[in-house]
């Protein structure tokens, strides 16, 4: 156990080679767990809950896989992952958090597979100026904003991800290039042909000057099942 310190229930700083399994990580002052300057190390089957900043918060950090965590009920963020690269998400819930499910900035090779997402306060999954991240195999539903929201983020895949009954957009993309988004299922999305692909495309950055709005093609930009 690491729970109810006046701090973060486990921090590494300068550590490398770590592995952080089968812990119950619950009621921190800060976050569940926070690694800084921390390289190479797996966190597995643990479960982070009900602390009073990020379940699990990256910063400059290389090397990181999660693997089939339970991360729910934070003040903040599930996962908020900062400046760092290669980094692994994969398997099990991050679920009613009152900020967005997970959180990307400043980061490089992210991936995220075969996770539920869902009911989090605000986007199921936010990027922000990252490059070469990877959402796969995941179910995206119930989030009180953007099921998926990237900004300034570029050759990003979405694929094969059920994203349903999102309050806001399914997809939400802003000065994001070279993205690949294909085969998720979802309202208004529900793998168009080619051309009506680059039809829609085409005349969406147009409009908004290379800036894409994922919508549904009859212009309806909820995401909420009809």
């Not at 952080?20 to 300057?37: A, M, Q, R, T, Y």
């Not at 290669?86 to 959180?103: A, H, V």
């Not at 692909?197 to 000057?209: A, C, S, T």
Request: proline residues 1%.
């Amino acid at each position: 156990f690491a729970d109810r310190n006046r701090n973060n229930g486990v921090y590494l700083k300068g550590s490398d080679h770590n592995i952080i399994k089968s812990f119950d990580i619950n009621s921190n002052g800060l976050s569940g767990i926070f690694l800084e300057n921390s390289n190479n190390t797996i966190i597995n089957q643990t479960t982070i809950n009900n602390n009073n900043e990020f379940g699990i918060d990256i910063k400059n950090s290389k090397n990181i896989i999660m693997d089939r965590n339970n991360i729910f009920k934070n003040v903040l963020t599930g996962i908020r992952i900062t400046d760092s690269v290669n980094i692994t998400i994969k398997g099990k819930y991050i679920e009613n958090n009152l900020g967005s499910g997970i959180i990307i900035y400043h980061s490089n090779n992210v991936t995220v597979d075969s996770l539920s997402i869902y009911n989090n306060t605000f986007h199921g999954i936010r990027l922000e100026n990252s490059v070469y991240s990877v959402i796969n195999n995941s179910k995206i539903n119930l989030n009180k904003n953007s099921g998926i929201s990237s900004l300034n983020s570029n050759y990003t895949l979405i694929k094969n991800n059920n994203i349903t009954s999102n309050s806001g957009l399914g997809i939400y993309s802003s000065s994001s290039y070279y993205n690949n988004i294909e085969k998720n299922l979802g309202p208004g999305f529900e793998n168009p042909t080619q051309k009506e692909y680059e039809k829609y495309f085409i005349n969406i950055r147009k409009i908004l000057n290379k800036s894409i709005y994922f919508i549904p093609y009859d212009g309806y930009e909820s995401n909420k099942d009809s």
